[in-house]
C-alpha cells in the first residue's frame, strides 16, 4: 500500500460539505493502492457528533490552526468573550467602505485586499508546516493531495512538494481565479496576487483536478500557451451510498406538494427569483397552504424571508432544523421536488447538494446557468435543469405536480459514487507518482 499526504483543511467530523470529497477518497482509494495520512483543521471546528464515526481510522494530524496568531485571536476572543476568529466577510467589507483617498492609505488598503484574497487560515502556515513535514516524512508519503479550498491547502502541498520531492496533486472543487464571485470581492493586488500564485501552484503540479467539465474546459482555455492542456482534469462530486441512511416515505396523494431545499439560501443563489415563480404556480393552481409546502434547511437571509412575507407565502413555507448529510434522505425522501438554486455566477459550478439529492432518489429541479447539468440529468433521469428564468421554472414546477411516475436510472447513478470517484483518482495518483 502506497501512502499519500491528503491535505483537507475540512473534514469530518467538521460539518462542511467540502469535507466529503476528501473522506470519499480516504475510504476508497485503499482499493486502488493508496492509503491517506491526513493533514486537517481542528475537529472542534463546526463539529457534528452526527459524523464522528464516519473518521476513518488513518494516522491524522489536525493542526491547520495553530501558533502565536490563533493563540493571539483565541485570548482576544475569551476577553471579548467572542466565537470565532479570522479575517471575516464582515471585516472584509468595512475594510473596503472605510477606504480614504490618500496615497498610505490606498497603499494599506491594497495590502489588506491582497491578504483579504487568500482565505483566512493561510495566516497559520508558517507555523503549522514544521508540524506537517514531519507527519509527512514520518508516514513515508509518496505524494501529496491537496482537497481546497480553504486555498490555502494548495499553498501547504506545494510547500511540503518542494520540502519532500514528492510528486503533488491539487483538487480544486471550486475554481479559485476564476472564481466570479471571488473576483468581485477582491482588490487589484488582490486579485493580481491569486493568480501569479496559482499559475506557480499550477506549473509545479502533476495534476489539476477540477470538479466540473466547464470548469476543465475554462482553465485549459485560461492558462492555453502557459500551462499544458493535459495537465488539467476533471472529476465531478460524488455520493457514497453507504454512509446514507434509508429514505423516508415517497409522498402519496393525500400529503401535500412538497418543495425540499437542502441548504443555506445566499444572496448569490437568487431564492427571489424562485420564490416569485413559486408564488405564480399558487395563485395559477389556486393552492391552499395544507396543499404545499416548501420546506428550507439550513439558513435565511433577511431579504429572503421579507421577500416571501411580501409575497404572502409565509404559510407555506416551514424551515426545518439541519439534518448532518448521513441523515439526510429520512427528509429529502418525502420530497416531490428537491431544489437546487444557483446564481448568474454560477456557470463553472454544480452544487454540491446534488449530490446528496441523488443519495436521496427524488426528483431534482436545478435552477442553475451551468448547462453542464442537462448532461448529468440525461445520464441518470434524475431530474432537470432551467435557466435563471421565472417562467421556465413555473414550468418545470407544473410537470411535477401531477407526481408522475419518477425512475432514475440505476447505471447512471453509479457512474456519480464515490467508488467510482476514488478509481479514477487511484489512476491519477499512479500516473503522477510513476
Given at each position: 500500500m502506497r501512502k499519500f499526504l491528503c491535505i483537507s483543511p475540512y473534514f469530518v467530523p467538521m460539518n462542511y460539505v467540502g469535507a466529503k470529497r476528501a473522506l470519499h477518497a480516504c475510504r476508497h482509494l485503499p482499493d486502488h493502492g493508496w492509503e491517506a495520512a491526513v493533514v486537517a483543521l481542528p475537529a472542534d471546528m463546526e463539529r457534528d457528533a452526527h459524523l464522528e464515526a464516519l473518521v476513518p481510522p488513518v494516522p491524522m494530524l489536525r493542526t491547520l490552526r495553530g501558533g502565536p496568531v490563533a493563540w493571539a485571536e483565541d485570548a482576544r476572543d475569551r476577553l471579548r468573550g467572542g466565537a470565532a476568529s479570522g479575517w471575516s466577510a464582515q471585516y472584509k467589507a468595512q475594510a473596503r467602505e472605510t477606504r480614504t483617498p490618500g496615497r498610505v492609505e490606498r497603499l494599506l488598503d491594497e495590502a489588506r485586499g491582497a491578504f483579504a484574497a487568500m482565505d483566512r487560515f493561510t495566516k497559520y502556515l508558517p507555523w503549522a508546516l514544521p508540524g506537517v513535514l514531519r507527519f509527512a516524512r514520518a508516514q513515508r508519503v509518496e505524494l501529496v493531495y491537496a482537497n481546497a479550498g480553504p486555498f490555502s491547502a494548495l499553498l501547504l502541498a506545494d510547500a511540503v512538494r518542494r520540502a519532500l520531492?514528492?510528486?503533488?496533486?491539487?483538487?480544486?472543487?471550486?475554481?479559485?481565479?476564476?472564481?466570479?464571485?471571488?473576483?468581485?470581492?477582491?482588490?487589484?493586488?488582490?486579485?493580481?496576487?491569486?493568480?501569479?500564485?496559482?499559475?506557480?501552484?499550477?506549473?509545479s503540479a502533476a495534476k489539476v483536478i477540477l470538479n466540473t467539465a466547464s470548469a476543465h474546459e475554462a482553465h485549459v482555455r485560461h492558462y492555453l500557451g502557459?500551462?499544458?492542456?493535459?495537465?488539467?482534469?476533471?472529476?465531478?462530486?460524488?455520493?457514497?451510498?453507504?454512509?446514507?441512511?434509508?429514505?423516508?416515505?415517497?409522498?402519496?396523494?393525500?400529503?401535500?406538494?412538497r418543495i425540499i431545499y437542502y441548504g443555506h439560501l445566499r444572496p448569490t443563489k437568487n431564492a427571489g427569483l424562485f420564490l416569485g415563480a413559486l408564488k405564480r404556480v399558487i395563485d395559477e393552481r389556486g393552492l391552499q397552504p395544507g396543499q404545499l409546502e416548501f420546506i428550507t434547511l439550513g439558513e435565511v437571509t433577511p431579504a429572503d424571508q421579507a421577500t416571501w412575507e411580501?409575497?404572502?407565502?409565509?404559510?407555506?413555507?416551514?424551515?426545518?432544523?439541519?439534518?448532518?448529510?448521513?441523515?439526510?434522505?429520512?427528509?429529502?425522501?418525502t420530497a416531490d421536488v428537491l431544489l437546487d438554486l444557483m446564481g448568474p455566477n454560477h456557470g463553472l459550478q454544480i452544487s454540491g447538494k446534488i449530490y446528496d439529492y441523488l443519495a436521496a432518489g427524488r426528483p431534482i429541479l436545478s435552477v442553475?446557468?451551468?448547462?453542464?447539468?442537462?448532461?448529468?440529468?440525461?445520464?441518470?433521469?434524475?431530474?432537470?435543469?432551467?435557466?435563471?428564468?421565472?417562467?421556465?421554472?413555473?414550468?418545470?414546477?407544473?410537470?411535477?405536480?401531477?407526481?408522475?411516475?419518477?425512475?432514475?436510472?440505476?447505471?447512471?447513478?453509479?457512474?456519480?459514487t464515490a467508488a467510482a470517484f476514488g478509481a479514477a483518482l487511484g489512476r491519477i495518483f499512479d500516473g503522477a507518482a510513476r
Open positions: 520531492g514528492v510528486p503533488m496533486v491539487l483538487d480544486l472543487r471550486d475554481p479559485w481565479s476564476l472564481e466570479p464571485n471571488y473576483r468581485a470581492s477582491w482588490t487589484a493586488s488582490g486579485l493580481k496576487a491569486v493568480e501569479a500564485i496559482e499559475e506557480r501552484l499550477f506549473r502557459a500551462i499544458p492542456a493535459e495537465r488539467f482534469t476533471f472529476l465531478r462530486n460524488q455520493f457514497d451510498p453507504a454512509l446514507y441512511g434509508p429514505p423516508g416515505p415517497a409522498p402519496t396523494a393525500a400529503d401535500p406538494f411580501g409575497l404572502g407565502l409565509a404559510p407555506y413555507i416551514r424551515q426545518h432544523g439541519w439534518l448532518s448529510f448521513p441523515d439526510s434522505p429520512s427528509l429529502l425522501g442553475s446557468p451551468n448547462r453542464e447539468l442537462d448532461a448529468v440529468f440525461a445520464e441518470t433521469r434524475a431530474g432537470e435543469r432551467v435557466d435563471l428564468d421565472e417562467a421556465a421554472i413555473v414550468r418545470a414546477l407544473e410537470r411535477r405536480l401531477d407526481r408522475g411516475a419518477f425512475s432514475p436510472d440505476s447505471q447512471g447513478l453509479q457512474r456519480y
